[in-house]
């Protein structure tokens, strides 16, 4: 089992920056593939970053690329998501994610291949 606790989030104003942290506990966090999503009312979860565990590998949505960066410390058992240059369309519930993975570079871009999921953080941007 994997807990995640997802924290950084709050309001900003366009053009603005900030950095989300997840904090995992439970189990060996380097074999575990991270990412982050999002949920806007009214929408459904999008993938927004993901990173693997090993190789240190990322991969982003077409929307956030170029502004957001995804990292990880595994001896802190951490993944963080720096947002810059948001957007009021950035405007949603952040969820960090995790799944086992072995492969070095493994990645997950879908969120039914997440098996552990946080609570989420929300993160405004106002215009």
């Known amino acids: 089992q994997v807990q995640l606790v997802e924290s950084g989030g709050g309001l900003v104003q366009a053009g603005g920056s900030l950095r989300l942290s997840c904090a995992a506990s439970g189990r060996t966090f380097s074999n575990y593939a991270m990412g982050w999503f999002r949920q806007a009312p009214g929408k459904e979860r999008e993938f927004v970053a993901g990173i693997s565990w090993g190789s240190g590998s990322t991969t982003y949505a077409n929307s956030v690329k170029g502004r957001f960066a995804i990292s990880r410390d595994n001896a802190k058992n951490t993944v963080s998501l720096q947002m810059n240059s948001l957007k009021p369309e950035d405007t949603a519930v952040y969820y960090c994610?995790?799944?086992?993975?072995?492969?070095?570079?493994?990645?997950?871009?879908?969120?039914?291949?997440?098996?552990?999921w946080g609570q989420g953080t929300q993160v405004t941007v106002s215009s």
């Open positions: 994610a995790a799944d086992y993975c072995s492969g070095y570079g493994c990645l997950r871009i879908s969120a039914w291949q997440y098996e552990y």
